[in-house]
């Protein structure tokens, strides 16, 4: 790669990661991932994060080609926020372009020392509302605590209508293209809201604070530059707030995700079942089997659908384990408003739709009826049971909809 040219002094020298498959060790990024840094070239020149540190080398290549060779020319280094993959190459940054001062927030400061060790760096903190001047331009630090760490802040330049946003608003998606106009529309909306159900979900409330609290600051903004993805420039800046806002409001959709796992195909069948009385009842399903679909491809079909239904025979007293893991995931990411169930089967002890109820509780879905669990394997009245289970669940959903318009 080589920089690219937001505008004639800010330029993009991040890293693509077209291998990218596992996104922080716990979510997929099956299209790869970008790692977004800028050069900001005013009388202080200011670099605003570095990539992650497998990505060194282009790095510190794209911002040595974009000073002439001369990394000591970096003057200042914002950072929005200490996650290594945009701070992987700090302390080589510090070492290599000896910045006159350091910018991050509060919390900011706080990971340097733990994350980093350093605690002689020339740091200024930056709360929510603190300026700092680079010559032409003026730098306004915007903690977004929660987006996705505590120590999350962006910065506003108000002269170029731009907003380096940090982590919100980014997307996995390894391009040679770097703005949003410039890429499939619906491929880009899909790994926008995956992005944002793995990683910023659980922090929705604070989402719709943050951008209440922007839009009452009346930026003027042209350019919306997040730390992953495509960027967002014109009309698409509205166009993504919107989206966050719509995002974190998490209006249930007339949709089912039914998530499982089987040994010998009972819970299978009756899983089957539930979906047929959903769809019978106009409401369109996805079934996913925990052992075939990464639990963060779950959470993404969760996001879009208004109802989550659960499978999983017992075993030795408890759930199979890539349930428990499943469900584990998902209950960290806090989804809002869904309503749904649980079905299984057993052999003997049969505990296991209670602990899937207990599950369902803990994600804070809205149970409905009463769970079907069979021994040994369903029979014809019992496959009616769960068709009828699957229609109860499909009109309390469509009752929650319409009442919350
Ligand atoms: Fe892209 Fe929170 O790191």
């Known amino acids: 790669m080589r920089p690219y040219n937001i505008t004639d002094d800010i330029l993009w020298v991040g890293a693509v990661d077209w291998a990218a498959r596992d996104f922080h060790g716990y ?59 945009h701070a992987g190459c700090l302390v080589e940054a510090v070492e290599r372009m000896k910045p006159e001062k350091i910018f991050c927030s509060p919390m900011g400061q706080r990971n340097i020392a733990s994350l980093y060790h350093h605690t002689d760096w020339p740091i200024e903190v930056c709360p929510t509302g603190h300026t700092a001047s680079i010559g032409r331009r003026t730098l306004k630090f915007i903690e977004t605590r929660m987006l996705h760490w505590p120590d999350n802040m962006l910065t506003y330049i108000p002269e170029d209508k731009a907003v380096i946003s940090s982590d919100a608003f980014g997307q996995n998606w390894a391009t040679s293209e770097r703005w949003a106009d410039e890429v499939d529309r619906p491929t880009l909306l899909k790994v926008l809201k995956e992005y944002y159900a793995n990683i910023v979900q659980p922090y929705s409330p604070i989402v719709i604070k943050t951008l209440d609290a922007l839009a009452k600051m009346n930026l003027d903004v042209e350019m919306i530059l997040p730390d992953h993805g495509l960027l967002w420039r014109g009309k698409d800046c509205a166009w993504v707030l919107d989206r966050y806002r719509e995002f974190a409001q998490a209006r249930p959709a007339l949709r089912a995700l039914l998530v499982y796992d089987t040994m010998w195909r009972s819970t299978e069948m009756m899983i089957h079942a539930v979906a047929d009385g959903l769809a019978a009842e106009g409401v369109p399903v996805k079934i996913m089997n925990v052992k075939r679909d990464h639990h963060s491809a779950i959470v993404s079909e969760l996001f879009d659908s208004g109802a989550l239904v659960l499978g999983c025979p017992t075993h030795n007293n408890g759930i199979l384990p890539g349930m428990a893991g499943a469900l584990q995931y998902i209950k960290g990411l806090r989804p809002l408003n869904k309503v749904g169930g649980c079905v299984g089967s057993y052999g003997w002890s049969g505990e296991s739709v209670k602990l899937l109820a207990e599950w369902l509780e803990k994600i804070g879905v809205e149970a409905v009826g009463e769970p079907v669990k069979v021994q040994n394997a369903p029979d014809h009245e019992v496959l009616r049971q769960c068709v009828d289970y699957g229609r109860g669940i499909a009109r309390t959903l469509k009752d929650k909809i319409a009442a919350l318009g």
């Open 27 to 85: 979510s997929r990024s099956p299209l790869g991932t970008t790692y977004n840094a800028f050069l900001v070239k005013d009388e202080k020149i200011t670099l605003f994060d570095t990539v992650e540190h497998e990505h060194k080398d282009a790095f510190f290549c794209n911002v040595a080609q974009a000073l002439g060779g001369d990394l000591s020319k970096v003057d200042y280094i914002v950072v929005n926020h200490l996650e290594p993959d």
